[in-house]
């Protein structure tokens, strides 16, 4: 079955710089890709996706990247804020029912 | 617009007792999916449910069990709790395309319910 690896799991940036997430899957069945952030205690929220046939996707100040070739594909955000502190997921959905879940990167942005 | 709604919020059982939550789909969702996220861990998907059946099952016993009602709101139910049971369940909810008869919709999550088992 799918497999979802997420790197890195722990990572600290000073407001106003970037961060990237990356994401590796293995089932090439895989068509779609989201992002969540889960803030502590609340529900994980979409914060933008991609399908297999984009390769990229903006969104202000989050863009996310996909390498079908590769497998791979990453989160990237610009001028972080504090308010950007949070668990950031990354998932693949292998067919059209599920999604897996890599195992998540903590993002920590000081001012 | 109300979200998704999944109740109780928190709960606490001992070992060996049944539970059941509760979820509301996203007004215009038909499909709901629950996964089981473990304390720093990603969500595990569990099953998913259209239609009043169940139509995806992870890698989860049998203790594990579903249903769907008419108005497209959903219970989960486990059996014999364990230790290990203890998680944040959350309910998605999603509609499925009328034209390609795919999932395609992105997910929508509630805020979960966090069961505690002693």
């Known amino acids: 079955g799918e497999n979802v690896e997420q790197h890195p799991s722990t990572l600290s940036v000073q407001e106003g710089d970037s961060a990237v997430i990356k994401c590796t899957y293995s089932?090439?069945?895989?068509?779609?890709f989201p992002w969540y952030k889960q803030e502590l205690g609340k529900r994980p929220q979409l914060i933008i996706d991609i399908r297999s046939n984009v390769g990229e996707k903006k969104d202000q100040r989050i863009a996310v990247t996909l390498n079908k070739t590769a497998k791979h594909f990453s989160l990237h955000i610009t001028e972080t804020q504090p308010e950007d502190s949070a668990v950031y997921f990354c998932a693949a959905r292998p067919g059209f029912q599920k999604l897996v879940f890599g195992t998540g990167t903590r993002l920590l942005v000081s001012p | 617009d109300a979200g998704v709604t999944q109740s109780p919020t928190h709960l606490i059982k001992t070992r060996g007792q049944q539970v059941t939550l509760r979820c509301s789909p996203k007004?215009?969702?038909?499909?709901v999916s629950w996964y089981q996220q473990a304390l720093g861990q990603g969500p595990q998907f569990i099953f998913q449910?259209?239609?009043?059946?169940?139509?995806q099952r992870g890698n989860f016993p049998d203790r594990f069990s579903g249903h769907q009602f008419p108005n497209y709101s959903s219970e989960l139910n486990v059996n014999a709790l364990l230790l290990g049971d203890s998680a944040l369940y959350l309910c998605a909810s999603s509609s499925r395309d009328s034209r390609s008869f795919t999932h395609n919709s992105p997910l929508h999550f509630g805020n979960g319910t966090r069961l505690t088992v002693t």
């Open positions: 007004s215009g969702h038909d499909t």
């Open positions: 449910y259209y239609e009043e059946e169940e139509r």
């Open positions: 089932d090439s069945a895989s068509n779609y």
